[in-house]
């Protein structure tokens, strides 16, 4: 059974860091792993998609990494701003093509 | 574009009642998912529907039903409610196959169980 965890489950860090969120899943066997963002109020929005073949994907400030192997991801923010300020959550396509989510990591960017 | 609409927003109902909550896609996108979240289990798979048919089901009772329009609008359905179910429910769409893409979800519709 696919199980997903993220730690930490909440960072505090000040305006401008860099900083990096990890996501690991027991069973290799995914299609794609995914990051969302959750605003309070307002779902979800999916940042990031990287493919089971891909080892990651960026988008401006945002960059993602996939380890197969390892069962790894990282997502890298870099200059982090007080709009970052977010639960991001990972989650993983298993093989019956379902999204399996992480518990999120609650993100607080001090300005 | 309009993103993804759900009504209504909040909900309140008691043990026993049945509740349909609704789903309205981005236009074009054909698939529908539906997620269950909660503080305790966290964000849940419900089931997906693709031009108008049920492609995928997660491990739910019953209970949890849903269908889509040939307007790709869904509804879910979930009868004989329990405390358990109250939760945020949010559905999301997108242009091919539920999980294999890219999903827009919608701000959820939030069920409270009295």
């Known amino acids: 059974k696919q199980e997903v965890t993220q730690i930490p489950a909440a960072l505090s860090v000040p305006e401008g860091e860099n900083l990096v969120l990890n996501c690991s899943f027991t069973?290799?066997?995914?299609?794609?792993l995914q990051w969302f963002r959750q605003d309070p109020g307002k779902g979800l929005t999916s940042l990031l998609l990287?493919?089971?073949s891909q080892r990651e994907q960026t988008s401006g400030r945002l960059n993602a990494s996939l380890d197969k192997s390892s069962g790894r991801s990282t997502l890298y923010i870099a200059a982090s701003q007080p709009g970052d300020s977010a639960t991001y959550l990972c989650?993983?396509?298993?093989?019956?093509?379902?999204?399996?989510w992480g518990a999120g990591t609650k993100l607080i960017i001090k300005p | 574009k309009a993103g993804v609409t759900q009504t209504p927003r909040y909900l309140i109902k008691t043990r026993g009642q049945q509740v349909t909550l609704s789903c309205s896609p981005i236009?074009?996108?054909?698939?529908v998912s539906w997620y269950q979240q909660t503080p305790g289990q966290g964000l849940q798979f419900l089931f997906e529907?693709?031009?108008?048919?049920?492609?995928n089901k997660g491990n739910f009772p019953g209970r949890f039903s849903g269908r889509q329009f040939s307007n790709s609008r869904s509804e879910m359905n979930v009868s004989t409610l329990e405390l358990g179910d109250s939760a945020l429910y949010l559905c999301?769409?997108?242009?091919?196959?539920?999980?294999?893409?890219?999903?827009?979800f919608g701000a959820g519709t939030r069920l409270s169980v009295l």
């Open positions: 999301a769409s997108s242009l091919g196959e539920g999980a294999k893409n890219i999903q827009y």
């Open positions: 236009s074009g996108h054909r698939s």
């Open positions: 529907y693709f031009s108008e048919t049920q492609r």
């Open positions: 069973d290799s066997a995914i299609y794609n």
């Open positions: 990287i493919q089971s």
């Open positions: 989650a993983v396509v298993n093989s019956n093509y379902q999204l399996i």
